[in-house]
Protein backbone atom coordinates (compact mmCIF):
# COMPACT_ATOMS: atom_id res chain seq x y z
CA UNK A 1 0.00 0.00 0.00
CA UNK A 2 2.60 2.14 1.18
CA UNK A 3 4.73 1.60 -2.16
CA UNK A 4 1.68 2.12 -3.81
CA UNK A 5 1.06 5.22 -2.65
CA UNK A 6 4.57 6.72 -2.82
CA UNK A 7 4.27 5.71 -6.85
CA UNK A 8 1.39 7.53 -7.49
CA UNK A 9 2.54 11.12 -5.41
CA UNK A 10 5.56 10.23 -7.33
CA UNK A 11 3.85 10.21 -10.90
CA UNK A 12 1.35 13.16 -9.99
CA UNK A 13 4.45 15.04 -9.23
CA UNK A 14 6.93 14.43 -11.63
CA UNK A 15 3.86 15.17 -14.55
CA UNK A 16 3.07 18.83 -12.35
CA UNK A 17 6.53 19.31 -12.82
CA UNK A 18 7.12 18.72 -16.41
CA UNK A 19 3.89 21.09 -17.06
CA UNK A 20 5.39 23.82 -15.13
CA UNK A 21 7.87 23.52 -17.16
CA UNK A 22 5.77 24.37 -20.26
CA UNK A 23 5.97 27.67 -22.18
CA UNK A 24 1.78 27.96 -21.98
CA UNK A 25 0.63 29.01 -18.88
CA UNK A 26 -2.55 27.07 -18.48
CA UNK A 27 -0.38 23.95 -18.52
CA UNK A 28 1.31 25.86 -15.45
CA UNK A 29 -1.94 26.07 -14.17
CA UNK A 30 -2.26 22.48 -14.48
CA UNK A 31 1.07 21.88 -13.52
CA UNK A 32 0.53 23.15 -10.04
CA UNK A 33 -2.87 21.55 -9.70
CA UNK A 34 -1.33 18.35 -10.31
CA UNK A 35 1.29 19.00 -7.39
CA UNK A 36 -0.44 19.70 -5.04
CA UNK A 37 -2.81 17.08 -5.21
CA UNK A 38 0.14 15.18 -5.17
CA UNK A 39 1.09 16.92 -2.16
CA UNK A 40 -2.57 15.80 -0.85
CA UNK A 41 -1.99 12.00 -1.22
CA UNK A 42 0.74 12.15 0.58
CA UNK A 43 -0.99 14.17 3.45
CA UNK A 44 -3.21 10.85 3.51
CA UNK A 45 -0.13 8.54 2.94
CA UNK A 46 1.18 10.04 6.31
CA UNK A 47 -1.46 9.21 8.82
CA UNK A 48 -0.89 6.99 11.30
CA UNK A 49 -3.27 4.30 11.14
CA UNK A 50 -5.43 2.41 8.66
CA UNK A 51 -8.97 1.34 8.91
CA UNK A 52 -12.57 2.14 9.22
CA UNK A 53 -14.21 5.64 8.41
CA UNK A 54 -13.63 7.12 12.07
CA UNK A 55 -17.14 7.44 12.52
CA UNK A 56 -19.03 7.91 15.72
CA UNK A 57 -20.06 4.79 16.94
CA UNK A 58 -16.71 3.46 16.35
CA UNK A 59 -16.43 0.08 15.63
CA UNK A 60 -15.65 -2.43 18.05
CA UNK A 61 -12.19 -4.07 17.81
CA UNK A 62 -11.31 -2.90 14.72
CA UNK A 63 -8.75 -0.33 13.53
CA UNK A 64 -9.97 2.96 12.38
CA UNK A 65 -7.86 5.43 10.14
CA UNK A 66 -6.41 8.59 11.32
CA UNK A 67 -8.98 11.43 11.68
CA UNK A 68 -6.64 13.89 11.95
CA UNK A 69 -4.61 13.40 8.54
CA UNK A 70 -8.36 13.54 6.50
CA UNK A 71 -9.27 16.76 8.37
CA UNK A 72 -5.69 18.19 7.33
CA UNK A 73 -6.32 16.82 3.81
CA UNK A 74 -9.57 18.92 3.40
CA UNK A 75 -7.83 21.68 4.66
CA UNK A 76 -5.18 21.09 1.88
CA UNK A 77 -8.10 20.77 -0.34
CA UNK A 78 -9.92 24.15 -0.18
CA UNK A 79 -6.74 26.02 0.16
CA UNK A 80 -5.06 24.85 -3.34
CA UNK A 81 -9.33 24.86 -5.09
CA UNK A 82 -8.68 28.94 -4.03
CA UNK A 83 -5.19 29.34 -5.15
CA UNK A 84 -6.10 27.74 -8.49
CA UNK A 85 -8.98 30.06 -8.88
CA UNK A 86 -6.71 32.73 -8.64
CA UNK A 87 -4.22 31.89 -10.24
CA UNK A 88 -6.44 30.90 -13.45
CA UNK A 89 -8.05 35.07 -12.67
CA UNK A 90 -4.38 35.88 -12.82
CA UNK A 91 -3.76 34.00 -15.82
CA UNK A 92 -6.97 35.73 -17.67
CA UNK A 93 -5.57 38.96 -16.53
CA UNK A 94 -2.54 38.94 -18.53
CA UNK A 95 -4.69 37.12 -21.75
CA UNK A 96 -6.81 40.32 -21.60
CA UNK A 97 -3.98 42.85 -21.27
CA UNK A 98 -1.48 40.94 -23.53
CA UNK A 99 -3.33 38.23 -25.37
CA UNK A 100 -1.37 35.87 -25.66
CA UNK A 101 -0.50 33.04 -22.77
CA UNK A 102 2.74 32.07 -24.10
CA UNK A 103 5.76 32.61 -22.32
CA UNK A 104 7.85 33.07 -24.67
CA UNK A 105 5.63 35.66 -26.56
CA UNK A 106 5.25 37.71 -22.88
CA UNK A 107 8.81 38.36 -22.52
CA UNK A 108 9.21 39.07 -26.16
CA UNK A 109 6.04 42.02 -25.31
CA UNK A 110 7.70 43.04 -22.46
CA UNK A 111 11.22 43.63 -24.23
CA UNK A 112 9.41 45.90 -26.63
CA UNK A 113 7.59 47.44 -24.31
CA UNK A 114 11.03 48.37 -22.21
CA UNK A 115 12.51 49.42 -25.85
CA UNK A 116 9.97 51.65 -26.43
CA UNK A 117 10.14 53.40 -22.48
CA UNK A 118 13.80 53.67 -23.26
CA UNK A 119 13.21 55.45 -26.68
CA UNK A 120 10.61 57.43 -25.04
CA UNK A 121 13.31 58.45 -22.13
CA UNK A 122 15.98 59.41 -24.63
CA UNK A 123 13.53 61.86 -26.52
CA UNK B 1 -5.61 39.17 25.23
CA UNK B 2 -3.61 36.52 22.47
CA UNK B 3 -6.71 37.11 20.78
CA UNK B 4 -6.82 40.63 20.20
CA UNK B 5 -4.52 41.49 17.75
CA UNK B 6 -5.53 38.84 15.64
CA UNK B 7 -9.15 39.61 15.70
CA UNK B 8 -9.18 43.34 15.40
CA UNK B 9 -7.73 43.04 12.06
CA UNK B 10 -9.04 39.53 10.81
CA UNK B 11 -12.48 41.38 11.84
CA UNK B 12 -11.63 44.70 10.00
CA UNK B 13 -10.03 43.24 6.84
CA UNK B 14 -14.05 41.71 6.19
CA UNK B 15 -15.61 44.76 5.89
CA UNK B 16 -13.18 46.79 4.41
CA UNK B 17 -13.10 44.05 1.67
CA UNK B 18 -16.14 45.30 0.88
CA UNK B 19 -15.70 48.80 0.36
CA UNK B 20 -13.60 50.93 -2.00
CA UNK B 21 -10.22 50.99 -1.09
CA UNK B 22 -9.68 53.98 -3.56
CA UNK B 23 -11.56 56.49 -1.52
CA UNK B 24 -9.17 58.54 0.78
CA UNK B 25 -11.25 57.09 4.00
CA UNK B 26 -11.62 53.90 3.58
CA UNK B 27 -7.67 54.04 3.38
CA UNK B 28 -6.98 56.00 6.77
CA UNK B 29 -9.81 53.52 8.19
CA UNK B 30 -7.57 50.74 7.40
CA UNK B 31 -4.87 52.81 8.93
CA UNK B 32 -6.37 52.88 12.14
CA UNK B 33 -7.57 49.25 12.33
CA UNK B 34 -4.07 47.74 11.68
CA UNK B 35 -2.45 50.79 14.19
CA UNK B 36 -5.05 49.49 16.34
CA UNK B 37 -3.95 45.98 15.81
CA UNK B 38 -0.50 46.97 16.07
CA UNK B 39 -1.15 48.39 19.90
CA UNK B 40 -2.65 45.47 20.90
CA UNK B 41 0.53 43.42 19.64
CA UNK B 42 2.68 45.95 21.38
CA UNK B 43 0.56 45.27 24.12
CA UNK B 44 1.39 41.80 24.02
CA UNK B 45 5.08 41.69 23.59
CA UNK B 46 5.31 43.84 26.50
CA UNK B 47 3.69 41.45 28.63
CA UNK B 48 5.73 38.16 26.91
CA UNK B 49 8.67 40.06 27.43
CA UNK B 50 7.92 40.59 31.26
CA UNK B 51 5.82 37.75 32.34
CA UNK B 52 6.85 34.95 29.60
CA UNK B 53 5.03 33.34 27.28
CA UNK B 54 1.31 32.79 27.04
CA UNK B 55 -0.75 30.42 26.22
CA UNK B 56 -4.56 29.38 24.88
CA UNK B 57 -5.89 26.23 23.37
CA UNK B 58 -8.99 27.33 20.97
CA UNK B 59 -12.30 26.28 21.35
CA UNK B 60 -11.65 25.24 25.27
CA UNK B 61 -10.16 22.03 24.11
CA UNK B 62 -8.30 20.47 26.76
CA UNK B 63 -3.64 20.89 26.08
CA UNK B 64 -2.70 18.76 23.54
CA UNK B 65 -6.00 18.08 21.49
CA UNK B 66 -6.94 21.32 20.56
CA UNK B 67 -5.38 23.66 18.35
CA UNK B 68 -2.83 26.16 20.72
CA UNK B 69 -2.02 29.89 20.11
CA UNK B 70 1.47 30.51 22.21
CA UNK B 71 3.02 34.20 22.07
CA UNK B 72 6.50 33.51 23.10
CA UNK B 73 9.42 36.20 22.72
CA UNK B 74 10.32 34.91 19.39
CA UNK B 75 6.72 35.27 17.83
CA UNK B 76 6.58 38.38 19.10
CA UNK B 77 9.02 39.92 18.04
CA UNK B 78 8.36 39.08 14.86
CA UNK B 79 5.02 39.74 14.83
CA UNK B 80 5.83 43.43 16.19
CA UNK B 81 8.10 43.72 13.36
CA UNK B 82 6.07 42.85 10.76
CA UNK B 83 2.89 44.46 11.19
CA UNK B 84 5.06 47.81 11.86
CA UNK B 85 6.32 47.51 8.54
CA UNK B 86 2.78 46.64 7.06
CA UNK B 87 1.48 50.00 8.66
CA UNK B 88 4.39 51.63 7.22
CA UNK B 89 3.43 50.85 3.74
CA UNK B 90 0.06 51.18 4.19
CA UNK B 91 0.14 54.47 5.48
CA UNK B 92 2.38 55.52 2.37
CA UNK B 93 0.34 54.22 -0.06
CA UNK B 94 -2.51 55.92 0.97
CA UNK B 95 -0.66 59.40 1.58
CA UNK B 96 0.34 59.02 -2.16
CA UNK B 97 -2.95 57.65 -3.22
CA UNK B 98 -4.37 53.93 -3.71
CA UNK B 99 -5.61 52.99 -7.11
CA UNK B 100 -6.87 49.52 -6.94
CA UNK B 101 -10.04 48.67 -4.25
CA UNK B 102 -8.59 45.83 -2.68
CA UNK B 103 -5.39 47.16 -1.52
CA UNK B 104 -6.52 48.41 2.07
CA UNK B 105 -8.34 45.32 2.99
CA UNK B 106 -5.38 42.95 1.11
CA UNK B 107 -2.92 44.50 3.95
CA UNK B 108 -5.27 43.46 6.75
CA UNK B 109 -5.56 40.05 4.76
CA UNK B 110 -1.64 39.69 4.92
CA UNK B 111 -1.22 41.54 8.69
CA UNK B 112 -3.69 38.15 9.74
CA UNK B 113 -1.84 35.19 8.25
CA UNK B 114 1.36 36.99 9.77
CA UNK B 115 -0.21 37.49 13.54
CA UNK B 116 -1.13 34.46 13.20
CA UNK B 117 1.39 32.49 12.14
CA UNK B 118 4.10 34.06 14.30
CA UNK B 119 1.23 33.59 16.97
CA UNK B 120 0.91 30.19 16.51
CA UNK B 121 1.79 26.47 18.63
CA UNK B 122 0.67 24.42 15.53
CA UNK B 123 2.36 23.49 12.72
CA UNK B 124 -0.48 22.72 10.75
CA UNK B 125 -2.20 25.94 12.37
CA UNK B 126 1.00 27.59 10.95
CA UNK B 127 0.73 26.26 7.47
CA UNK B 128 -2.74 27.48 7.20
CA UNK B 129 -1.98 31.24 8.61
CA UNK B 130 0.75 31.17 6.24
CA UNK B 131 -1.55 30.44 3.24
CA UNK B 132 -3.70 33.07 4.34
CA UNK B 133 -0.89 35.10 4.05
CA UNK B 134 0.87 34.11 0.82
CA UNK B 135 -2.59 34.31 -1.05
CA UNK B 136 -3.02 38.18 0.17
CA UNK B 137 0.65 38.61 -1.19
CA UNK B 138 0.18 37.05 -4.50
CA UNK B 139 -2.84 39.28 -4.92
CA UNK B 140 -0.91 42.61 -3.92
CA UNK B 141 1.95 41.44 -5.94
CA UNK B 142 -0.14 42.13 -9.21
CA UNK B 143 -1.03 45.54 -7.79
CA UNK B 144 -0.12 48.57 -9.94
CA UNK B 145 -1.23 50.71 -12.83
CA UNK B 146 1.32 48.80 -15.11
CA UNK B 147 1.81 45.69 -16.84
CA UNK B 148 4.64 44.74 -15.43
CA UNK B 149 3.37 43.67 -12.21
CA UNK B 150 1.51 41.15 -13.62
CA UNK B 151 4.21 39.33 -15.01
CA UNK B 152 6.15 39.51 -11.62
CA UNK B 153 2.61 38.23 -9.81
CA UNK B 154 2.57 35.75 -11.78
CA UNK B 155 6.27 34.14 -11.13
CA UNK B 156 5.98 35.15 -8.00
CA UNK B 157 2.78 33.04 -7.48
CA UNK B 158 4.23 30.01 -9.10
CA UNK B 159 7.28 29.69 -7.61
CA UNK B 160 6.07 30.59 -3.45
CA UNK B 161 3.09 27.81 -4.33
CA UNK B 162 5.95 25.74 -5.08
CA UNK B 163 7.50 26.37 -2.01
CA UNK B 164 3.92 26.25 0.08
CA UNK B 165 3.23 22.79 -0.81
CA UNK B 166 6.97 21.20 -0.48
CA UNK B 167 6.64 23.07 3.31
CA UNK B 168 2.98 21.24 3.51
CA UNK B 169 4.84 18.06 2.83
CA UNK B 170 7.27 18.44 5.18
CA UNK B 171 4.51 19.13 8.00
CA UNK B 172 2.43 15.60 6.83
CA UNK B 173 5.81 13.99 7.13
CA UNK B 174 6.67 15.75 10.40
CA UNK B 175 2.98 14.47 11.81
CA UNK B 176 4.43 10.91 10.29
CA UNK B 177 7.51 10.64 12.61
CA UNK B 178 6.50 12.88 15.43
CA UNK B 179 2.32 11.79 15.91
CA UNK B 180 2.08 15.08 17.03
CA UNK B 181 1.22 18.64 15.07
CA UNK B 182 1.68 20.62 18.71
CA UNK B 183 5.20 22.55 18.20
CA UNK B 184 6.49 21.57 21.40
CA UNK B 185 5.70 17.88 20.85
CA UNK B 186 7.36 17.45 17.69
CA UNK B 187 10.39 19.30 19.14
CA UNK B 188 10.59 16.90 22.16
CA UNK B 189 9.67 13.70 19.55
CA UNK B 190 11.85 14.76 16.65
CA UNK B 191 14.98 14.82 18.65
CA UNK B 192 14.12 10.65 19.51
CA UNK B 193 12.87 9.69 16.00
CA UNK B 194 15.51 8.50 13.45
CA UNK B 195 17.90 11.04 12.27
CA UNK B 196 18.14 10.37 8.53
CA UNK B 197 14.18 10.40 8.01
CA UNK B 198 14.19 13.61 10.34
CA UNK B 199 16.97 15.34 8.29
CA UNK B 200 14.90 14.49 5.16
CA UNK B 201 11.92 16.24 6.27
CA UNK B 202 14.17 19.23 7.60
CA UNK B 203 15.71 19.64 4.30
CA UNK B 204 12.59 19.94 2.80
CA UNK B 205 11.33 22.89 4.71
CA UNK B 206 15.01 24.43 4.78
CA UNK B 207 14.19 24.62 1.52
CA UNK B 208 10.49 25.52 1.28
CA UNK B 209 11.52 28.84 3.32
CA UNK B 210 14.72 29.43 1.39
CA UNK B 211 12.42 29.93 -1.48
CA UNK B 212 10.29 32.09 0.74
CA UNK B 213 13.48 34.56 1.95
CA UNK B 214 15.52 34.01 -1.47
CA UNK B 215 18.38 32.16 -0.54
CA UNK B 216 21.11 31.55 -3.41
CA UNK B 217 20.17 28.27 -4.95
CA UNK B 218 16.27 29.47 -4.88
CA UNK B 219 16.80 32.89 -5.02
CA UNK B 220 15.98 32.87 -8.81
CA UNK B 221 12.33 34.21 -8.63
CA UNK B 222 13.59 37.02 -6.52
CA UNK B 223 14.95 40.15 -8.72
CA UNK B 224 11.97 40.24 -11.00
CA UNK B 225 9.76 40.41 -8.72
CA UNK B 226 11.12 42.69 -6.61
CA UNK B 227 12.24 45.25 -9.58
CA UNK B 228 8.52 45.26 -10.87
CA UNK B 229 6.41 45.36 -8.20
CA UNK B 230 5.08 48.58 -6.91
CA UNK B 231 7.25 50.51 -4.43
CA UNK B 232 4.88 50.13 -1.60
CA UNK B 233 4.65 46.12 -2.32
CA UNK B 234 8.31 45.68 -2.92
CA UNK B 235 8.38 47.08 0.47
CA UNK B 236 5.99 44.95 1.77
CA UNK B 237 7.30 41.71 0.43
CA UNK B 238 10.71 42.41 1.48
CA UNK B 239 10.20 44.04 4.70
CA UNK B 240 7.17 41.76 5.93
CA UNK B 241 6.91 38.88 4.20
CA UNK B 242 10.58 37.62 4.05
CA UNK B 243 10.10 37.65 7.48
CA UNK B 244 8.27 34.49 7.22
CA UNK B 245 11.30 32.80 5.92
CA UNK B 246 13.19 33.79 8.37
CA UNK B 247 11.05 33.37 11.35
CA UNK B 248 10.38 30.10 9.73
CA UNK B 249 14.44 29.18 9.27
CA UNK B 250 14.86 29.90 13.14
CA UNK B 251 11.71 28.35 14.57
CA UNK B 252 11.81 25.04 12.26
CA UNK B 253 15.42 25.23 12.27
CA UNK B 254 16.55 26.20 15.88
CA UNK B 255 13.26 25.52 18.09
CA UNK B 256 11.80 22.22 16.45
CA UNK B 257 15.04 20.48 14.95
CA UNK B 258 17.88 21.56 16.53
CA UNK B 259 19.84 18.42 16.10
CA UNK B 260 19.72 18.18 12.31
CA UNK B 261 20.43 22.20 12.28
CA UNK B 262 23.55 21.05 14.07
CA UNK B 263 23.96 19.03 11.52
CA UNK B 264 23.71 20.58 8.92
CA UNK B 265 25.86 23.67 10.20
CA UNK B 266 28.58 23.18 7.72
CA UNK B 267 26.48 23.22 4.55
CA UNK B 268 24.53 26.57 6.41
CA UNK B 269 27.79 28.34 6.19
CA UNK B 270 28.56 27.49 2.71
CA UNK B 271 24.81 28.51 1.05
CA UNK B 272 25.16 31.45 3.08
CA UNK B 273 28.80 32.65 2.36
CA UNK B 274 27.33 32.11 -1.36
CA UNK B 275 23.98 33.80 -1.03
CA UNK B 276 26.02 37.10 -0.12
CA UNK B 277 28.96 37.06 -2.00
CA UNK B 278 26.56 35.97 -5.14
CA UNK B 279 23.90 38.94 -4.06
CA UNK B 280 26.34 41.15 -3.16
CA UNK B 281 27.92 40.70 -6.81
CA UNK B 282 24.89 40.85 -8.71
CA UNK B 283 23.83 43.64 -6.81
CA UNK B 284 26.98 45.74 -7.72
CA UNK B 285 26.57 44.52 -11.43
CA UNK B 286 22.50 45.78 -12.01
CA UNK B 287 21.42 49.08 -13.05
CA UNK B 288 18.03 49.73 -11.67
CA UNK B 289 18.06 50.50 -7.67
CA UNK B 290 15.36 48.07 -6.83
CA UNK B 291 16.83 45.01 -8.92
CA UNK B 292 20.11 46.09 -6.83
CA UNK B 293 18.12 46.04 -3.76
CA UNK B 294 16.38 42.64 -5.09
CA UNK B 295 19.75 41.07 -4.70
CA UNK B 296 21.07 43.09 -1.69
CA UNK B 297 18.24 40.96 0.18
CA UNK B 298 19.33 37.55 -1.03
CA UNK B 299 23.01 38.67 0.12
CA UNK B 300 21.47 39.56 3.19
CA UNK B 301 19.46 36.15 3.74
CA UNK B 302 22.83 35.11 3.58
CA UNK B 303 23.98 36.64 6.86
CA UNK B 304 20.96 35.02 8.48
CA UNK B 305 21.96 31.93 7.69
CA UNK B 306 25.30 31.93 8.24
CA UNK B 307 24.52 32.96 12.12
CA UNK B 308 21.60 29.68 12.12
CA UNK B 309 25.17 27.85 10.90
CA UNK B 310 27.01 29.10 13.74
CA UNK B 311 24.39 28.42 15.97
CA UNK B 312 24.30 28.73 19.93
CA UNK B 313 22.49 31.16 21.75
CA UNK B 314 25.18 33.96 20.84
CA UNK B 315 24.92 32.83 17.17
CA UNK B 316 20.66 32.48 17.14
CA UNK B 317 20.69 35.86 18.96
CA UNK B 318 22.68 37.21 16.04
CA UNK B 319 20.75 35.94 13.51
CA UNK B 320 17.18 37.35 14.97
CA UNK B 321 18.42 40.91 15.86
CA UNK B 322 19.80 40.36 11.41
CA UNK B 323 16.45 39.41 10.37
CA UNK B 324 14.61 42.35 12.39
CA UNK B 325 17.13 45.67 11.39
CA UNK B 326 17.25 43.96 7.79
CA UNK B 327 13.47 44.20 7.45
CA UNK B 328 13.65 47.70 8.74
CA UNK B 329 16.57 48.70 6.03
CA UNK B 330 14.43 46.99 3.56
CA UNK B 331 11.50 49.31 4.38
CA UNK B 332 13.06 51.89 4.62
CA UNK B 333 14.76 51.56 1.50
CA UNK B 334 11.98 50.30 -0.92
CA UNK B 335 9.78 52.94 0.28
CA UNK B 336 12.67 55.69 -0.31
CA UNK B 337 13.54 54.67 -3.88
CA UNK B 338 10.27 55.41 -4.96
CA UNK B 339 10.27 59.01 -4.03
CA UNK B 340 11.95 62.16 -5.17
CA UNK B 341 12.58 65.09 -2.97
CA UNK B 342 15.79 65.94 -0.61
CA UNK B 343 14.52 64.62 2.47
CA UNK B 344 14.16 61.44 1.10
CA UNK B 345 17.84 61.20 0.07
CA UNK B 346 19.03 61.75 2.76
CA UNK B 347 16.22 58.64 4.42
CA UNK B 348 17.77 56.46 1.35
CA UNK B 349 21.61 57.75 2.96
CA UNK B 350 20.63 56.32 6.08
CA UNK B 351 19.25 53.24 5.01
CA UNK B 352 22.30 52.79 2.78
CA UNK B 353 24.25 52.96 5.36
CA UNK B 354 22.87 50.70 7.36
CA UNK B 355 22.47 48.06 4.88
CA UNK B 356 26.99 48.64 4.63
CA UNK B 357 26.89 48.54 8.61
CA UNK B 358 28.35 51.91 9.46
CA UNK B 359 27.55 53.25 12.57
CA UNK B 360 25.77 54.97 14.31
CA UNK B 361 23.22 53.06 11.74
CA UNK B 362 21.38 49.65 13.65
CA UNK B 363 22.79 47.62 10.76
CA UNK B 364 26.24 48.01 12.26
CA UNK B 365 25.08 46.04 15.10
CA UNK B 366 23.47 43.37 13.44
CA UNK B 367 27.23 42.82 11.46
CA UNK B 368 28.46 43.45 15.31
CA UNK B 369 26.74 40.31 16.71
CA UNK B 370 27.60 38.22 13.72
CA UNK B 371 31.12 39.03 14.27
CA UNK B 372 30.88 37.81 18.20
CA UNK B 373 29.03 35.17 16.97
CA UNK B 374 31.33 34.37 14.75
CA UNK B 375 34.82 34.49 16.15
CA UNK B 376 35.19 31.02 17.60
CA UNK B 377 38.20 30.28 19.74
CA UNK B 378 38.35 26.33 19.03
CA UNK B 379 38.29 27.01 15.23
CA UNK B 380 40.50 29.33 14.03
CA UNK B 381 40.18 29.32 10.17
CA UNK B 382 36.58 29.73 10.53
CA UNK B 383 36.59 32.39 12.32
CA UNK B 384 39.43 33.90 9.96
CA UNK B 385 36.73 33.16 6.87
CA UNK B 386 33.63 34.07 8.44
CA UNK B 387 35.30 37.67 9.52
CA UNK B 388 37.02 37.94 5.64
CA UNK B 389 33.26 37.27 4.48
CA UNK B 390 31.65 40.04 6.54
CA UNK B 391 34.53 41.78 5.61
CA UNK B 392 34.00 41.80 1.98
CA UNK B 393 30.17 41.64 2.10
CA UNK B 394 30.25 44.94 3.98
CA UNK B 395 32.66 46.35 1.40
CA UNK B 396 30.60 45.33 -1.62
CA UNK B 397 27.00 46.76 0.02
CA UNK B 398 28.84 50.16 0.05
CA UNK B 399 29.95 50.23 -3.01
CA UNK B 400 25.98 48.99 -4.74
CA UNK B 401 24.33 51.39 -2.33
CA UNK B 402 26.65 54.56 -2.83
CA UNK B 403 26.01 53.73 -6.73
CA UNK B 404 22.28 53.67 -6.31
CA UNK B 405 22.45 56.65 -4.44
CA UNK B 406 24.52 58.39 -7.12
CA UNK B 407 22.47 57.47 -9.82
CA UNK B 408 19.28 57.99 -8.62
CA UNK B 409 19.94 60.75 -5.84
CA UNK B 410 22.85 62.53 -6.93
CA UNK B 411 22.62 62.63 -10.72
CA UNK B 412 19.25 63.49 -10.45
CA UNK B 413 18.89 65.87 -8.16
CA UNK B 414 16.20 68.11 -8.75
CA UNK B 415 14.42 66.08 -11.40
CA UNK B 416 10.96 64.87 -11.48
CA UNK B 417 8.32 65.66 -9.70
CA UNK B 418 8.48 66.00 -6.16
CA UNK B 419 6.67 63.58 -3.87
CA UNK B 420 4.25 64.91 -1.24
CA UNK B 421 5.54 66.06 1.96
CA UNK B 422 3.55 63.27 3.95
CA UNK B 423 4.78 59.97 2.32
CA UNK B 424 8.19 61.77 2.63
CA UNK B 425 8.41 62.54 6.59
CA UNK B 426 7.18 58.58 7.05
CA UNK B 427 9.79 57.73 5.08
CA UNK B 428 12.32 60.19 6.88
CA UNK B 429 10.67 58.86 10.23
CA UNK B 430 11.58 55.16 9.71
CA UNK B 431 14.71 55.94 9.29
CA UNK B 432 15.22 57.77 11.96
CA UNK B 433 14.07 54.65 14.02
CA UNK B 434 17.08 53.31 12.22
CA UNK B 435 19.25 55.72 13.64
CA UNK B 436 17.86 55.39 16.91
CA UNK B 437 17.77 51.84 17.30
CA UNK B 438 21.68 52.40 16.06
CA UNK B 439 22.47 54.92 18.70
CA UNK B 440 20.53 53.37 21.71
CA UNK B 441 20.83 49.00 20.53
CA UNK B 442 20.23 48.34 24.42
CA UNK B 443 16.44 47.36 23.67
CA UNK B 444 16.63 45.68 20.63
CA UNK B 445 20.02 43.34 21.86
CA UNK B 446 18.13 42.44 24.96
CA UNK B 447 14.78 41.35 23.10
CA UNK B 448 16.93 39.30 20.79
CA UNK B 449 18.67 37.78 23.42
CA UNK B 450 15.82 37.06 25.02
CA UNK B 451 13.84 35.61 21.77
CA UNK B 452 16.80 33.44 21.36
CA UNK B 453 16.93 31.82 24.76
CA UNK B 454 13.13 30.35 23.95
CA UNK B 455 14.27 28.15 21.38
CA UNK B 456 15.29 24.40 22.40
CA UNK B 457 18.98 25.11 20.65
CA UNK B 458 19.67 28.21 21.90
CA UNK B 459 19.85 27.73 25.53
CA UNK B 460 23.46 27.03 27.08
Given at each position: MIVLFALVVAILFGTGAYLMLKRDLIRVVAGIILISNAVILFIIAAGLTRGRAPIYPLPEGEPISDPLVQAMALTAIVISFGITALLLSLVYRVYTTRETVDKEDLSLAEAEDERQLEVERRA | ???????????????????????????????????????????????????????????????????????????????????????????????????????????????????????????????????????????????????????????????????????????????????????????????????????????????????????????????????????????????????????????????LLPRELRFAAPALLILGAASVLYGALQAVAVRTASEALAYSAISNAGYILIALGIGGPAGYAAAILFAVVNSLNKTVLFLAAGLRGWLVSAAFAIGAFSVAGVPPSAGFFGKAALFRGGIAPDDPALSVALVALLFVGGALAFVYMFQIYQRDFWEREGAGQTSGIGSRILVLGLAGLVVAFGVWPEPLLAVSQQAAGVLNGGRP
Open positions: - | MLVLPLAIVWLAAVPLALLDGRRRWVGWLAVAALGAGFLAMLRLAVAVFARGPVELVAGGWPAEVGITLRADALGVTFAVLSIGVLLAALAYETLGGVHERALPALVLFLATGLTGLFLTGDAFNFYVFFEIAMTSSFVLAGYGRRTRELRAALIFTVVNLLGSTLFLSGIAALYHVTGTLDMRGIATWAGVADQNSVLLIATIIFVAFGIKVGLFPFHFWLPPVYRDTWPAVAAILSGALANIGSYGLIRFGAD
